[in-house]
């Protein structure tokens, strides 16, 4: 429970550039242009900003390993995703980099087609679990998906089974996984908070740090991969409902149910105890058109036995949070 301040070098960085390059060699990804779409919390209009980086990659663009390719980050707050779209179809950009969040939002207002047609063909997922409906559909339209697992302070810690999904092949040429000996039932799984030993830790040692997140590791792959692979990721502790018997299970809140509900500038939900969970929320007006349905869904979100206390706000209060949280139990 307590911050820890990490340390790197330019060996971490060097490393961390190889290494998903020569991921990229085998995904076949390794010359495409790419674009990363990174959330901010507001942006003028219209809502995205859209830059070109450095075409050399740190070492290996200057030593001359890889061609250098073209980069793209995308920071996006409330933004119209079709008007988004329009600016980056004219850079034909193969590779897009979100959380499934994002993408959840373009597939609210676009088809998976009309992101073909605008470039993309290799979505690489982070910081999230994929939505069976929205992998579904991107795969549909002759996309390919990499999702992976990973952490700012160990880089690269899995990635998603091609044949198995929410199956994460362990990086173990980076790090060693180790479940902890406490189990947690999350949603009727019994689930493992996720301790990681980073193998190249130049300046800092991180020796069975614990990730925050629950899942199992299992010794082997379904698929055959001989390898300690991570299943049932279920994101953070502090992500999902405590109940007074020790059990948890997820609260989610799809970015497409609410964008079909509209009228949301800005939302964040606590858990305040083990049977109340507090939504505040910024509408467009004075949110007494979406008040009814946008309870009744948030209390499905919730299950029995959890009441959802709704509130509307002009602004909401994040204190000194660093990231904006859309759910966190206070009493995790």
Not at 80 to 94: H, T
Request: with cysteine; aromatic share 8%; hydrophobic share 35%.
């Amino acid at each position: 429970g307590t911050p820890v301040q990490f340390f790197v070098t330019d060996a971490n960085e060097n490393y961390n550039i190889v290494r998903t390059q020569m991921q990229s060699v085998l995904t076949g990804q390794v010359q495409l242009s790419r674009m990363r779409f990174r959330a901010e919390f507001s942006l003028p209009d219209p809502g995205f900003e859209l830059e070109q980086k450095e075409r050399a990659i740190g070492e290996t663009g200057r030593r001359g390993i890889f061609r250098p390719v073209d980069a793209f980050v995308v920071r996006y707050g409330h933004f119209k995703p079709r008007k988004l779209l329009k600016a980056i179809a004219k850079l034909q950009v193969p590779v897009w980099i979100s959380s499934p969040g994002f993408i959840e939002v373009m597939l609210s207002y676009l088809g998976a087609e009309d992101l073909h047609r605008a470039g993309l063909r290799h979505w690489l997922c982070m910081s999230g679990r994929i939505p069976d409906d929205v992998r579904a559909e991107i795969t549909s339209a002759n996309i390919e998906i990499h999702s992976s697992y990973s952490s700012e302070e160990i880089g690269s810690i899995g990635a998603e089974c091609r044949e198995h999904p929410h199956h994460y092949h362990v990086s173990a040429s980076n790090v060693v996984v180790h479940p902890s000996k406490e189990t947690i039932v999350h949603d009727g799984v019994t689930c493992n908070r996720i301790l990681v030993t980073h193998l190249h830790a130049y300046a800092t040692p991180l020796i069975k740090y614990d990730l925050g997140d629950l899942g199992r590791v299992l010794h082997r792959c379904p698929c055959g991969f001989d390898g300690q692979t991570i299943a049932d990721l279920a994101g953070r502790v502090s992500g999902s409902l405590v109940h007074a018997d020790g059990r948890r299970s997820a609260f989610i809140m799809q970015n497409r149910k609410l964008v079909e509900i509209g009228g949301i500038k800005q939302y964040r939900a606590r858990q305040v105890d083990y049977t109340k969970v507090i939504v505040d929320v910024v509408p467009e007006g004075d949110g007494s058109a979406i008040r009814e349905r946008l309870h009744s869904y948030l209390q499905t979100v919730a299950g029995p036995g959890i009441e959802v206390e709704l509130r509307f706000c002009e602004e909401i209060d994040w204190g000194g949070a660093a990231k904006r949280l859309g759910f966190r139990s206070e009493i995790a």
